[in-house]
């Protein structure tokens, strides 16, 4: 069984780093559909597991590329942190199966918004400031 | 944009994030990363990069603690989960390299949306 959570968890790694995502959404499903775990148990239990940095290793190696803007990902932090205090609230109130459908839902909305490249708002000199760091990776881009 | 605005800006994109990280018991990457790239204009590499540097942080700690005292925590199945994660990580952020910002946008915009209609339609079904 503990060579199953392993090997779970080496497979939910690749995709963290491959997506820069902290694992929830693939450590969930995981949880739920091959450990039939229930889906407020699965989401209590990936929070625990995000409590130490597990995406550190794969942030160095952004972060040799110049690909992270730290500062700016800080400010993400603090809101992040907050904001997960009343959502947190909020899921407790609400039965497991109608939080399931919602966090697909989610998932989808997420992709939807990932999949259109916006055409850029910001001034030509402002947009090279951000994406400064990308071009020092001849690939990035 | 000036740099105060952008940062307010930042910060609430972020608490929006939060808001969704506590209540699906997700980091926030997920929803972080398009933000990132829609509202404040990043590159996808820079933004999967970003992602991470706001997840190292325990910003889900919050949520965590609310969870847990509702006895919706796994302790067994957490711990064993971990290291595996750790430097699986490590080796998908190698793959991302490989990819252009275009593809590997697209490409997680596909994964993301692969699990959300499975997730959606298995809790429907039920």
């Not at chain 1, 690909?67 to 039965?95: H, N, P, R, W």
């Not at chain 2, 307010?8 to 398009?34: E, K």
């Amino acid at each position: 069984m503990y060579l199953l959570y392993l090997s779970i968890g080496l497979l939910v790694g690749v995709l963290v780093g491959f997506m820069g995502v902290g694992g929830g959404v693939i450590l969930i499903p995981a949880m739920v559909y091959i450990l039939r775990m229930d889906q407020h148990m699965a989401q209590g239990t990936s929070l625990f597991m995000q409590l130490p940095p597990l995406g550190l290793g794969a942030l160095l190696m952004y972060r040799k590329k110049g690909q992270v803007d730290l500062k700016e990902g800080v400010i993400c932090a603090l809101g992040i942190l907050a904001g997960g205090y009343f959502g947190s609230k909020m899921a407790i109130g609400i039965s497991s199966r109608d939080l399931r459908e919602m966090f697909g839902l989610f998932m989808i909305v997420a992709a939807v918004l990932l999949w259109h490249k916006p055409k850029p708002r910001e001034s030509r000199g402002r947009q090279n400031e951000f994406t400064r760091a990308a071009s020092l990776n001849p690939r990035g881009g | 944009m000036n740099s105060h605005v952008r940062r307010l800006l930042i910060l609430v994109v972020a608490r929006i994030v939060g808001v969704a990280s506590g209540l699906f018991g997700v980091g926030g990457g997920t929803l972080l990363v398009p933000l990132l790239v829609l509202v404040l204009g990043f590159d996808q590499h820079v933004a999967q990069g970003t992602s991470l540097v706001a997840l190292v942080p325990p910003t889900g700690l919050l949520a965590f603690l609310n969870y847990a005292s509702a006895g919706k925590v796994n302790w067994t199945v957490g711990l064993w989960i971990m290291p595996g994660v750790f430097f699986g990580a490590m080796a998908g952020a190698h793959f991302a390299e490989e990819l252009s910002s275009r593809i590997l946008r697209r490409a997680v915009a596909v994964l993301l949306l692969a699990i959300g209609i499975w997730e959606a339609s298995t809790a429907l079904r039920k």
